[in-house]
């Protein structure tokens, strides 16, 4: 197994054009992951910054669509939206926690919206 990398994809596939990622992993999981969850949830500088004080939170990409998946060497895939968006390498690892762990990450960002007087768009 590939250094830093405990979960293997099986299958990616964009779905509903453009609208869900569906990732199978090698040990059966299988998630279906909303393209505004992928993009607001960005692994990417831009959205995370450099440190969490940094962090940015994404408003306004409910419409937002999967337009590429591009595989990085054998432990990521380069996303890009239809927004413009591209410069987050998603781990498989990465991938992984944010299908195992959708309701809690989801419940952050909707209460950060909220707190920050954002919607959904």
Known sequence: MQQG???W??????REHGSV????FI???DYELSAEYL???SPSAEV???????KKTVAGKR???ITQVTPVG?????????????????TWDYLFDLGQNFAAHWQIYLDELEAKHLNRG
């Open 5 to 7: 990398a405990d979960h």
């Open 74 to 90: 054998n432990y990521a895939a380069r996303l890009v939206f239809d927004d413009g968006h591209d410069s987050g390498l998603y």
């Open 39 to 41: 993009r607001v949830s």
């Open 9 to 14: 994809p099986t299958e990616i596939r964009v």
């Open 63 to 65: 419409q937002v669509r």
């Open 21 to 24: 990622l569906k990732i199978q």
């Open 27 to 29: 040990g059966g999981e």
């Open 48 to 54: 995370r910054g450099h440190s969490p004080a940094e």
